[in-house]
């Protein structure tokens, strides 16, 4: 073979490679650039619904959800009867001792910071994350919200919510509990914008 057409077939080899170069930087160059990835999902509905694949059930098998209060709401029967509405089972069943927090203030607390914790911890071991190896780090917790009125009903009933007026119903502590229960040192961001709460965080944390 002569020089001229060895150096046609190396020049031809190197384009080759050159062309699958460029290709794998343009790959690397739009994945730095993807501006989210969902990596993990949680979630509590009616229905019985605590996974995602449960609420894809749900709605692929056109399951209505609605029904009569759980029992173990402690609800007087005679003056629900013929009540309906969504409503989430085991409420009674969030593992205080698990995030640190005593049994008064569990019960003190607003149940959607206890929701808020455990789907938090359950969607990071669904993204095969260990939340633990996530201590100290500078993960950030962006939670849409709105307005709550748990404090105002346990207040005047349940002798638990004295001394945790401050956290235990106020729905803007719902970042930071999450951050000070998993040791993040993100920032911790809770938005109130009504409907469109979810929309925000989600769009701030992005």
């Avoid at 969902?38 to 229905?47: T, Y």
Wanted: with cysteine; net charge negative; charged share 25%.
């Amino acid at each position: 073979m002569s020089a001229d057409n060895k150096l046609r077939d190396y020049l031809k080899k190197v384009t080759v490679d050159l062309g699958r170069t460029r290709e794998r930087l343009r790959e690397v160059e739009q994945a730095r650039r993807e501006p989210i990835a969902i990596v993990g999902m949680s979630c509590r509905f009616p229905g019985g619904v605590r996974s995602p694949e449960d609420l894809w059930r749900l709605v692929a098998d056109e399951v209505d959800a609605i029904a009569e209060p759980p029992g173990e709401r402690g609800w007087a029967p005679d003056r629900i009867a013929g009540f309906l509405g969504g409503f989430l089972g085991d409420a009674s069943g969030f593992d205080a001792g698990f995030f640190g927090i005593s049994p008064r203030e569990a019960l003190a607390m607003d149940p959607q910071q206890r929701l808020l914790l455990e789907t938090a911890w359950e969607v990071l071991e669904r993204a095969g994350v260990d939340p633990v190896s996530l201590r100290g780090s500078e993960t950030g917790v962006f939670a849409g919200t709105n307005g709550q009125d748990y404090g105002k009903r346990a207040a005047g009933g349940v002798a638990a919510f004295q001394g945790f007026g401050s956290t235990a119903a106020n729905g803007a502590v719902l970042s930071g509990r999450v951050s000070y229960s998993l040791g993040f040192q993100g920032p911790a961001v809770t938005v109130d914008t009504a409907c469109s709460s979810s929309l925000v965080a989600l769009h701030l944390a992005v």
